[in-house]
């Protein structure tokens, strides 16, 4: 079964950073598909980045230049590095993953959810 869990969530300025991680088990983290999710009060779930390997990633336009996916596959973890934070990126960020080899940004194609964590930018 396989679990995971989000941190590195908080609260801060605009033009401020925070970076999101995500301890996954069993899960064969070195195949397959991770992303990152995030859901805003009153809106959908929306697709934010999602990585397959290093060289083969995708972004959301409104995050592209700012927010960084990578991973770690010896300590099984997720990152999204999130720079020049604006209001609107303010919502619930979860991490997801799915058996496939497509960096995909729809939520429907994810069988795996964490819990999420509370990103909050002020301005």
């Known amino acids: 079964q396989v679990q995971l869990v989000e941190s590195g969530g908080g609260s801060v300025q605009a033009g401020g950073s925070l970076r999101l991680s995500c301890a996954a088990s069993g899960y064969t983290y070195s195949t397959g598909c991770m992303g990152w999710f995030r859901q805003a009060p009153g809106k959908e779930r929306e697709g934010v980045a999602a990585i397959v390997s290093d060289d083969y990633t995708r972004y959301a336009d409104s995050v592209k230049g700012r927010f960084t996916i990578s991973k770690d596959n010896a300590k099984n973890t997720l990152y999204l590095q999130m720079n020049s934070l604006k209001p609107e990126d303010t919502a619930m960020y979860y991490c997801?993953?799915?058996?496939?080899?497509?960096?995909?940004?729809?939520?429907?194609?994810?069988?795996?959810w964490g819990q999420g964590t509370q990103v909050t930018v002020s301005s």
């Open positions: 997801a993953a799915q058996p496939g080899r497509y960096p995909s940004l729809q939520s429907h194609e994810y069988s795996s």
